[in-house]
């Protein structure tokens, strides 16, 4: 059994920088798992009509979750920017955001990859993963970078 940890700062640089690498769908996956502490099933569930322009924001995008506990999030900057790069490459700008055949269990499969990629054991994600957030979410408004969370639906 792994022990709960917090991800480092360089464990963070690196697995963004593995999943930029691996093209626009794994570095949007990290940028949500990692930064804004999406669970795998929400990300799931994410489809293109999730996606909304931030009103208080031209160049920020809200992002809706449904599932268990549906939320509205902030995306940081680098997030929006992953997110338009993701969605130029999809062959059709209708449905599933990631892909149709998508599951929980496959976006714990890439989030997987990835870590192992960026040299971190698999199965640090989840509950573990979303500590992630609370680290970076202060740093985030420091920089200017966005990155809230806004409760319920929109």
Do not use: C, Y
Not at 12 to 36: K, M, S
Not at 64 to 76: F, Q, Y
């Amino acid at each position: 059994m792994l022990k709960h940890r917090v991800i480092t700062d360089q464990e963070v640089v690196a697995i963004l920088a593995e999943a930029r690498a691996g093209g626009p769908a794994d570095e949007l996956l990290a940028e949500l798992a990692v930064t804004h502490g999406m669970r795998p099933g929400e990300i799931a569930t994410l489809r293109l009509d999730s996606v909304e322009n931030d009103p208080e924001d031209p160049e920020g995008r809200l992002l809706r979750s449904e599932g268990k506990a549906p939320r509205t999030l902030t995306l940081s900057n680098s997030a929006s920017q992953a997110l338009a790069r993701h969605i130029t490459s999809l062959p059709e700008r209708e449905g599933a955001l990631f892909s149709d055949t998508d599951t929980t269990a496959t976006i714990v499969d890439r989030i997987d990859r990835i870590l192992a990629d960026a040299g971190l054991p698999r199965g640090v994600h989840g509950p573990r993963l979303r500590l992630v957030q609370q680290l970076h979410e202060s740093r985030r408004r420091d920089q200017g970078d966005g990155g809230d969370e806004r409760d319920g639906a929109s």
